[in-house]
T-cell receptor, first 117, second 113 residues
Framework: GAVVSQHPSWVICKSGTSVKIECRSLDFQATTMFWYRQFPKKSLMLMATSNEGSKATYEQGVEKDKFLINHASLTLSTLTVTSAHPEDSSFYIC?????????????FGSGTRLTVV | KQEVTQIPAALSVPEGENLVLNCSFTDSAIYNLQWFRQDPGKGLTSLLLIQSSQREQTSGRLNASLDKSSGRSTLYIAASQPGDSATYLCAVTIGQAGTALIFGKGTTLSVSS
């Protein structure tokens, strides 16, 4: 139980284009999902908290117009990197928690490697 | 502000050794603590979850302990194997359930055969 699917696993895009990353909870409903970013050999930094049916909460220093988050259903949150630039290249990963399940911990997606050229 | 520190940053051991990874956190008001494993370029796999009221959890060759009052957790790996080579991350949830995890920078483990 508590499986989180993230798609795509990797994407290469040109500067100035937008990229959408999907995060799905496959066997549970998630009113809250979290988006993290990880630079090479660094730890995971929380970018934003995605809330179903309402606006996301962004961490300090994260541009909300740059990283658009939509959580329109209880099983899907999307992160759109708008007008991507090479400095946006990174590993993005989402997580969720099954609040009604037996397991009280967080489950992570497999991550998305974004490369902007 | 909660900060999570992991020591050592990197560790190399020969196969068969028992080893301990350390994690410390500055604010003892945690909800729970999780240990994860991350392989290069991959997502995170949850290894052990310790609730704030618990002292330890065990899964196979892994044992995690929690001393909430001193702000410390350890991950003990028995009889290490080359397949254990990965980065191990410690993370805490503060306050209420449902808040985001705060991660340490990880310990990169290399087990040689």
């Amino acid at each position: 139980g508590a499986v989180v699917s993230q798609h795509p696993s990797w994407v290469i895009c040109k500067s100035g284009t937008s990229v959408k990353i999907e995060c799905r909870s496959l066997d549970f409903q998630a009113t809250t999902m979290f988006w993290y970013r990880q630079f090479p050999k660094k730890s995971l930094m929380l970018m934003a908290t995605s809330n179903e049916g309402s606006k996301a909460t962004y961490e300090q220093g994260v541009e909300k117009d740059k990283f658009l988050i939509n959580h329109a259903s209880l099983t899907l949150s999307t992160l759109t990197v708008t007008s991507a630039h090479p400095e946006d290249s990174s590993f993005y990963i989402c997580s969720a928690r099954d609040v009604n399940g037996f397991y009280d911990g967080y489950t992570f997606g497999s991550g998305t490697r974004l490369t902007v050229v | 502000k909660q900060e999570v520190t992991q020591i050592p940053a990197a560790l190399s051991v020969p196969e068969g050794e028992n080893l301990v990874l350390n994690c410390s956190f500055t604010d003892s008001a945690i909800y729970n603590l999780q240990w994860f494993r991350q392989d290069p370029g991959k997502g995170l796999t949850s290894l052990l979850l310790i609730q704030s009221s618990q002292r330890e959890q065990t899964s196979g060759r892994l044992n995690a302990s929690l001393d909430k009052s001193s702000g410390r957790s350890t991950l003990y790996i028995a009889a290490s194997q080359p397949g254990d080579s990965a980065t191990y991350l410690c993370a805490v949830t503060i306050g209420q359930a449902g808040t985001a995890l705060i991660f340490g920078k990880g310990t990169t483990l290399s087990v040689s055969s």
